[in-house]
């Protein structure tokens, strides 16, 4: 069983970034990507992104391609999704998730994290 854990999230002005953290705990070698969503009221959930463990290989969605980036830390078993250039449709709720298999829809992931809340103002 794969604990994620998000932090991070707040409310900032549109132009800003903000930094948020998934630290994974019972980490399972088999989990190898960890993945970002989104969710804004009303709507379904949205892939963000994903990086993997080994080799720190991304790929992102086309809304946050070249504003967002997403690192990990393996040694502190800890993902990270760095947002730059936020606007106001980047409003959600932000999951982090972790799969075994690539991650580009809610149907592939295997774990959740609780989410954490993101608020740009304009």
């Known amino acids: 069983q794969v604990q994620l854990v998000e932090s991070g999230g707040g409310f900032v002005q549109a132009g800003g970034s903000l930094r948020l953290s998934c630290a994974a705990s019972g980490r399972s070698f088999s989990t190898n990507y960890m993945g970002w969503f989104r969710q804004a009221p009303g709507k379904g959930r949205e892939f963000v992104g994903r990086i993997t463990w080994s080799g720190g290989i991304t790929y992102y969605s086309d809304s946050v391609k070249g504003r967002f980036t997403i690192s990990r830390d393996n040694a502190n078993n800890t993902v990270y999704l760095h947002m730059n250039s936020l606007k106001p449709e980047d409003t959600a709720v932000y999951y982090c998730?972790?799969?075994?298999?690539?991650?580009?829809?809610?149907?592939?992931?295997?774990?959740w994290g609780q989410g954490t809340q993101v608020t740009v103002s304009s």
């Open positions: 998730a972790a799969s075994a298999w690539p991650v580009v829809a809610p149907s592939n992931v295997q774990y």
